[in-house]
């Protein structure tokens, strides 16, 4: 007799390194993307004080988008894993939502960088909120499907930490293209030539990447469905789980919030144009990806729970030395900002190998707790906190500069955001510290006292 779980299909031989890759191409696809959107399109809408650039729209206004739209992402995440959890056809849960999101995704992507007024105008603020609309909900139905697939990859925890580190490495090479490419062809081309340049490599990725998913479960054709709310306060009510999501939304925000920051950092602290901030953008994005090995090494002796809060250290650390760029006694600024940032970027690339794998440990100590497997529901938690941590970067962003300034004459608005970086990494440990699981099944059921 079945009490609702779901039905296992048998784990198979271990994956090859081109399943791995395949699965993988997804991540590219988002990086890119997000890596361009986050890095230029505050600096497109609201360019800086006495710049020879257009303004399209007032900076608060640009706030208020960008935080409304991630809060719209963030609450569709849960409801998306919800929605992909209990879908039952023949292509499986996950597939049918990549296929249709991805190209909305693209189309919305490019469109961003084509408002219909030059100059500053209400008609831009409110095209730009439209398009991020349909650019966050394809985001999410694509992305959400997508990372539940990690824990049905398989249930080894050496194969899930390989899986995560080759998708960081992937995740990382899609940052670099838009991060690293993105300057260059925008002075070439313009901004809409070089988001379809390099769009159409998002879409072909993430099209690609339906070739290596392996769902190994289904639900049970008698499970029930639970009401979506009661589903969401049963996750939250566990002190894993809460632990867990309010660690993610102080730490990861520091990432984007560090993207947004560097074309204003290039252009009025360190005195470059805009295509240098492509260069530092790379040097971070390569400094991520360089830091895979060590991670991947680590994670095979240290637990994760104990490794992601050194990592948070580091982080806080390297934020808070950011602050000084351009006012160190040695070496230029610009050469000050390149000895720096991969003092950041190195502990970046172990958060983001370890917290898909902490993700994969909530699956299964679900699962033992009630039997079910909620993938994509946790994925959708991890997507809620995570983009309204995203949502803060904007209110964050546009109060500080508004408060300290973002002029050549009075840059440090762009300084302290730094120190919020840094700060928010710390409460983020804090908030870490009761998080107890273990690195397998077992261990958590030994744990957790299951």
Known sequence: MNNGGSLRQPAGKPLTMGEIILYNLAGLSFNLFDTILYAWLPYFYIPPAGSDLTRYIPLAALGIILAGGRILDAVTDPLMGYLSDHTRSRWGRRKPYIFISNPILFLSFILVWTPPVQGESLTNAIFLGAVLFFYYI????????????????SGKNDERVKIASVGVAIGVLGALIGGGLSGPLMGTFGMFRMALMLGIIGLVAGQLSLLGIHERHRPHPDEETPPFFTVMREMFADRQVLSFAVMIMFVQLTYQLMLMNVPYLTTLILGKSEGDASILMGE???????????????????PKRSLFRA??????????????????PLFSPFVQAMIVFPL?????????????????????????????????????IYGIVRKTGWALCSLILVGVYSVFGYSAENPMGVRVIWLVCGISCLVGLLAFIPFRLGDSRDETKTIMGL
């Open 284 to 302: 971070v994005i390569l400094s991520t990806a360089a830091s895979v090995p060590l991670w991947y090494r680590l994670l095979g002796k240290y």
């Open 138 to 153: 394809s985001y999410t139905g694509m992305l959400i499907p997508w990372f539940a697939v990690l824990p049905e990859m």
């Open 311 to 328: 990592i948070i250290v580091l982080m806080a650390a390297g934020f808070a030395l950011s602050f000084f760029i351009g006012r160190l």
């Open 344 to 380: 950041v970027a190195v502990p970046i690339g172990g958060m983001f190998i370890t917290v898909l794998g902490l993700i994969a440990d909530i699956t299964d100590y679900d699962e033992l707790k009630s039997g079910r497997r909620r993938e994509a529901m946790y994925y959708g």
